[in-house]
């Protein structure tokens, strides 16, 4: 079983910037893919990035290409998420998902197996 923990949750002002990060209870060997996503109020849940854990490969959502980046540091089991000019279309809360299957990252929730407990992200006008 794997459990994560996000941590990062913050306010911020449009153009400011935050880092989250997603502790991996297990051993990253068993895992595969990790990402993150994001969901406003009222809306779906979004792919927002990801990531394979052994080579490294990413993808980024194209509403925050540029300014959003996924990373991830073995050693400590721990994925991050680098958010920068940060809209107030950014407000959400955030997901750390992880997928013990090898192919393409997925970009639907229904690829990932495992999820965090989510963290509050607001962007002020």
């Known amino acids: 079983q794997v459990q994560l923990v996000e941590s990062g949750e913050g306010w911020v002002q449009a153009g400011g910037s935050l880092r989250l990060s997603c502790a991996a209870s297990t051993r990253t060997s068993s895992i595969y893919m990790m990402g993150w996503f994001r969901q406003a109020p009222g809306k779906e849940r979004d792919f927002v990035a990801g990531i394979r854990w052994r080579d490294g490969g990413t993808k980024h959502a194209d509403s925050v290409k540029g300014r959003f980046t996924i990373s991830k540091d073995n050693d400590k089991n721990t994925l991050y998420l680098q958010m920068n000019s940060l809209k107030p279309e950014d407000t959400a809360v955030y997901y750390c998902?992880?997928?013990?299957?090898?192919?393409?990252?997925?970009?639907?929730?229904?690829?990932?197996?495992?999820w965090g407990q989510g963290t509050q992200v607001t962007v002020s006008s």
């Open positions: 998902a992880a997928s013990d299957r090898w192919g393409r990252i997925p970009i639907t929730d229904d690829g990932y197996a495992y």
